[in-house]
């Protein structure tokens, strides 16, 4: 019995142990940073040490000031993002599951047909479409309302297509096939049996709606005319624009440094938490077509 | 057997859309526009929203919407990508509307946004009142169709303790400039006596050097002369004070400058908000220390008798929409903000376009005590704004910021640049329609 | 069965309403002109001949590359790299790191890297200077920039890529590798033997994705256009060109098509992974 492992397998080579932690440090300190620079004063992001923690009270100073810009309007930003969001998360859990259910686990006619326009739509970039999409919602006069942005981010095939995936592999067959010929109706099926063991799928289609919607910025940027109803993301762009060492012009009313990394810090808090919880129904979501019985 | 489907879905599917988009366009479908219940929809970028809020605040009866936007600075074009996209869906348009550039008239006339300001909207009796040329890039064919807010005149600032200090005399002419600038890298290396790093750098010199590159010679026709002798010259001048590191390469707004350079200044030649803005509000120069002088000039212009010429760096515009349904309030908000010794004489950062508010502006900047000395030389350079300089629809800043300040960055000299710089010019005119002579 | 289809309608609404009639419209547009006329193939020769269109696809083709290969290269190394840490909280803590700053897509990330990239502020100043670097303006040269993006775009997307490919080698039974242990195999033939090439339809799934999202490139170089006054030009993607046809020059028409071209791009890519994904298909 060979009791002598082959020298580098087995021992942890000291230089993956650099290379993995090079990585961390790439990933991680210009969050580190973010969150910092937001205690700071612009004169301490400038003359300071990058990595140095300011103080509460500019903390407070960068609050009242970014409150200040447009009188809350960040806060008007964020009900935006997360009226958005939450809608278009609802609708698009309400028609993605079911449609992936059926896709894998019914037939009816023409199921191979939207199988494949799915997978083809789902690659396709959907922000060339975006200047049609303006015109083609202009043409039913719903430009300005909050559904020209949330009806379009409902729309998600790659949703379709994961629960396509999810269901024609965690779930076996011959459940449903039993609850059928204890004679449940399609729709009873569904509700008590497919349904009750969906929940990682749910998950990862919430999961992955929720993100791509709420940092989506081209669409909005195009479809809304006012900037009162842009989501946090654009408003971050308006930020950008009013903080005079990106833009001149800007002047006594500047938005300045540190709060604009204040304002990444509250446009991104609800992704994060979404994220630091994530891991976990990703990995199993995304892998469930390689676990086939 | 698809085909089947097809059929079945068809009807289905287009029944279902359109019972949804009926439904949603009932309760849905927000109004945004020009109200006709009198409420007065007003565009302004950050700076200019304590304007709008000092109007309400004196004129409590008229109802406002003040919205913030960013401008049109940058280049951003959003007025016009907006107003392209109100005018699909026939509504939405402001009523009055900052913005920050100058050439907004080149699309805004043709976009049909813009009213007519000088066919009996606006009495003539106060539009003479405007200084001489502010509003040549607001008239097409005759037609005013918007009111300059500032000027940004160009002179030429200076720290005049640090010039006593040193026993030098404020330059007259470019070549007293350039010399002067010679002695300071000898004598004080690291401070500077100008900046070429920022995008606006050539309306600054070259504009007041009497360059050719940016000709407008009517709606639609520009001509180019980004090479000749009075470009080449100016360039070769910014190129010898680059090189002795007199001439900052970076922006004045940028944060390197802010942090190594900021205190390191002689002298600045640059338009009227600098004195404001940029020295008192962003470096925190104490009191006292910067003065005025007027932009100097090329000896053998002098020796001509030639009108002097100074440059200008931007100074916004106000528009008023041709849709408006409140013409009157409209036209009344407009007159307030552009005149009114409260908000232009009092409180606006800039030197009004308009006269009189001007001359209280000037008035209160010289008892605030922050200048050391006379600043009567923004009075003159008022009038002296070179007319060989126009606003085309292309942006002059971004043109440079693209094609020269990469090259300066990667320390190549201005002078081999200026062809680059003469063909992106011709590029982006005939992009956007214009007729080119070179 | 009629209930099929009653699962399927909802989402047939909005397939219709946003997938195909804006690529109808797109088409129609790309097609005629301002008033409506079938004129050929005019708008793509108009659109072809600005002077800023070579160079827009250039930029794009260039930062694919760069992008991709990075991608592929350094999501496969840290994740055989991570799989070997025998400490579960480190691999946990490591994969975590990774992943978080993938919550700042978007707007969020390009605002993070102009600090980034600044030798003024930036934490990294030292490395940005011991390149030569010692203004923003330097940093966003316009040779950079594919550079850049690149660097933006795997902050933001390699960690979730990273937990993925993980994940997968997880599934990858452990005999095998034991069997490439007796048989004297090292840890990089290991990985090149019998990890990858059971990893490939990952990668290519991977790459795939990646792709379609690459071609749209738009944020990152508007929001850098604007931070540098211009520097970065506003015209350096398809996408951002395709914007300024349709608002700047009020030109619909040769915006659309833009758009057509991106999409029958996409619709190659597509159908190669249609076509290869065959393994995906459940049926």
């Known amino acids: 019995m060979p009791t002598d492992a082959p020298a580098h397998l087995g021992r942890r080579n000291p230089l993956s142990t650099v290379v993995l932690a090079l990585f961390a440090l790439f990933f991680t300190v210009p969050v580190l940073w973010l969150v910092l620079a937001a205690t700071k004063t612009d004169d301490q992001l400038v003359h300071g040490n990058p990595l140095s923690f300011g103080s509460w009270a500019a903390l407070r100073a960068n609050w009242t000031a970014l409150t200040g810009f447009g009188d809350d309007v960040i806060f008007l930003w964020l009900r935006n993002s997360a009226v958005y969001a939450g809608l278009a998360l609802v609708i698009t859990l309400c028609v993605a599951v079911p449609a992936g259910y059926a896709l894998a686990l019914t037939e009816f006619r023409g199921r191979r047909t939207l199988l494949v326009v799915t997978l083809v739509v789902m690659i396709m970039p959907n922000s060339t479409l975006v200047v049609p999409l303006f015109l083609e919602v202009n043409a039913v006069g719903l430009i300005g309302s909050t559904w020209s942005v949330v009806l379009p981010y409902s729309f998600f095939p790659f949703g379709v297509y994961l629960a396509y995936i999810f269901f024609s592999t965690a779930l076996p067959r011959e459940l449903l096939a039993a609850a059928r010929l204890d004679g449940c109706s399609e729709l009873g099926v569904f509700r008590h049996v497919a349904l009750p063991l969906a929940a990682p799928v749910v998950a990862l289609v919430g999961f992955f709606s929720f993100v791509g919607n709420w940092t989506n910025y081209y669409l909005p940027y195009v479809l809304l005319p006012e900037s009162d109803q842009f989501p946090v993301q654009v408003g971050l762009g308006t930020l950008l624009a009013n903080v005079p060492q990106f833009n001149p012009t800007a002047g006594a009313l500047a938005v300045e440094r540190p709060q604009l990394a204040l304002a990444a810090l509250l446009a991104i808090a609800p992704v994060l938490v979404v994220f630091l919880f994530s891991q976990r129904f990703l990995v199993a979501g995304m892998l469930a077509g390689a676990t086939k019985e | 057997m698809s085909d089947t489907y097809r059929r079945r879905a068809t009807p289905f599917t287009s029944a279902v859309t359109a019972l949804v988009l009926a439904v949603v366009t009932a309760c849905g479908g927000g109004d945004t526009g020009s109200s006709t219940d009198g409420t007065l929809t007003v565009w302004v970028d950050a700076t200019r929203m304590a304007a709008a809020k000092l109007y309400q605040k004196t004129h409590p009866s008229v109802p406002m919407k003040i919205v913030s936007y960013d401008g049109d600075a940058n280049g951003s074009n959003y007025l016009q990508t907006k107003v392209s996209l109100f005018n699909r869906t026939r509504e939405g348009w402001p009523d009055v509307v900052f913005s920050s550039q100058n050439n907004e008239t080149t699309w805004a006339v043709d976009a049909g946004f813009t009213a007519p300001l000088n066919k009996g909207l606006l009495p003539r009796s106060l539009l003479d009142g405007w200084a001489e040329g502010a509003n040549d890039p607001c008239t097409v064919d005759g037609t005013l169709y918007c009111l300059r807010n500032d000027l940004s005149q160009t002179v030429l600032w200076y720290d005049a303790t640090l010039l006593k200090d040193w026993g030098y005399q404020v330059p007259a002419t470019w070549e007293d400039y350039e010399a002067l600038g010679k002695r300071v890298a000898a004598e004080h290396p690291g401070y500077l006596v100008g900046s070429a790093g920022d995008t606006f750098t050539p309306e600054i010199y070259l504009w007041a050097g009497r360059c050719g590159a940016n000709q407008i010679t009517g709606p639609k026709a520009v001509t180019v002369d980004a090479t000749g002798p009075n470009c080449a010259r100016m360039a070769a001048l910014l190129d010898t004070l680059i090189r002795n590191r007199t001439l900052a390469t970076s922006s004045v707004f940028s944060s390197d400058f802010g942090k190594n350079l900021a205190g390191r200044i002689l002298m600045m030649p640059g338009p009227a908000w600098f004195g404001g803005a940029l020295f008192q509000g962003t470096f925190k120069v104490p009191a006292g220390r910067i003065a005025v002088a007027p932009m100097p000039q090329w000896a053998d212009d002098v020796t001509a008798g030639d009108e002097p010429a100074v440059g200008n760096v931007g100074g916004g515009t106000w528009l008023l929409s041709a849709h408006t349904a409140n013409r009157d309030a409209a036209a009344d908000f407009l007159t307030w903000v552009t005149t009114s010794d409260d908000y232009q004489g009092e409180e606006a950062p800039g030197y009004p376009a308009y006269g009189p508010a001007a001359k209280t502006w000037l008035a209160n900047q010289a008892s605030s005590g922050y200048y050391a000395g006379d600043i009567a030389p923004l009075r003159a350079a008022a009038d002296q704004v070179w007319s060989g300089w126009g606003y085309g629809q292309f942006s002059q800043e971004a043109i440079w910021a693209a094609t020269v300040t990469p090259g300066l960055n990667a320390g190549k000299s201005i002078v081999s640049l200026l062809p680059a710089w003469q063909e992106a010019i011709v590029n982006h005119a005939r992009a956007d329609g214009y007729e080119v002579k070179e | ?283």
Request: charged share 10%; glycine share 8%.
């Open chain 3, 1 to 283: 069965m009629r209930a099929g289809h009653g699962f399927v309608a909802p989402y047939m609404v909005l397939l219709v309403a946003f997938g195909v009639v804006p690529t109808v419209y797109a088409i129609y547009f790309a097609f005629t002109d301002a008033g409506g006329a079938f004129v050929g193939l005019a708008n793509f020769v108009a659109a072809a001949e600005d002077f800023r269109f070579v160079a827009a696809v250039g930029h794009v083709a260039l930062y694919l590359v760069f992008w991709l290969v990075t991608l592929v290269v350094f999501v496969v190394g840290l994740a055989l790299l991570l799989h070997r840490v025998t400490a579960r909280p480190v691999s946990r803590a490591l994969r975590l790191l990774y992943y978080v700053p993938g919550a700042l897509a978007g707007a969020a990330s390009v605002l993070v890297w102009l600090f980034m990239l600044d030798p003024a502020v930036s934490p990294a100043a030292f490395l940005l200077r011991a390149f030569g670097f010692d203004t923003f303006g330097q940093v966003v040269a316009p040779e950079h920039l594919p550079v850049l993006f690149t660097l933006m775009a795997f902050w933001t997307g390699a960690g979730g890529w990273i937990v993925v490919m993980y994940g997968a080698l997880n599934n990858i039974p452990a005999d095998l590798v034991e069997a490439a242990r007796i048989d004297g195999a090292g840890a990089w033939q290991t990985a090149r033997r019998v990890q990858i090439p059971l990893l490939r339809k990952w990668i290519v799934y991977m790459v795939i994705l990646t792709f379609a999202g690459g071609t749209q490139l738009f944020v990152e170089p508007q929001l850098l256009s604007q931070a540098s006054v211009g520097v970065a030009g506003r015209d350096y993607s398809l996408n951002q060109l395709s914007y300024d046809f349709a608002f700047q020059n009020d030109n619909v028409n040769t915006a659309a098509t833009i758009s057509v071209e991106l999409l029958v791009l996409g619709l190659v890519v597509a159908g190669l992974f249609v076509a290869r994904s065959r393994f995906f298909d459940a049926d």
